[in-house]
Nanobody
Framework: QVQLVESGGGLVQAGGSLRLSCAVS????????MGWFRQAPGKEREFVAA????????YYADSVKGRFTISRDNAKNSVYLQMNSLKPEDTAVYYC???????????????????WGQGTQVTVSS
């Protein structure tokens, strides 16, 4: 059984930083593309970042490019999202997701991801 567990969310002031973690169990992370998505109140879930199996390729939403960094540690079966220069509009529940299809490069559509964590709340105050 595949499980994804996010942690690291919280309340931070604008301009601050947070590091989200996603621990994966039930699958060897090396084989899979991973992504981060977020959902703000009253809005649809949106793509934030994704990373290839090796970590060599990363994609970011334009809204977070240059501020967020996705990384992975396959030995620890974990994926991370370093978030710097946070803005109030980054406030959302953040989800990590696993794509079961063995592919070279990550995709940005949530429909391509098969397993999801329960989410972690990030709140950025102004």
């Amino acid at each position: 059984q595949v499980q994804l567990v996010e942690s690291g969310g919280g309340l931070v002031q604008a301009g601050g930083s947070l590091r989200l973690s996603c621990a994966v169990s039930g699958r060897t992370l090396t084989n899979y593309v991973m992504g981060w998505f977020r959902q703000a109140p009253g809005k649809e879930r949106e793509f934030v970042a994704a990373i290839s199996r090796s970590g060599a390729t990363t994609y970011y939403a334009d809204s977070v490019k240059g501020r967020f960094t996705i990384s992975r540690d396959n030995a620890k079966n974990s994926v991370y999202l370093q978030m710097n220069s946070l803005k109030p509009e980054d406030t959302a529940v953040y989800y990590c997701a696993l794509d079961l299809t063995i592919r070279a490069n990550p995709l940005t559509s949530e429909h391509e991801y098969d397993y999801w964590g329960q989410g972690t709340q990030v709140t950025v105050s102004s």
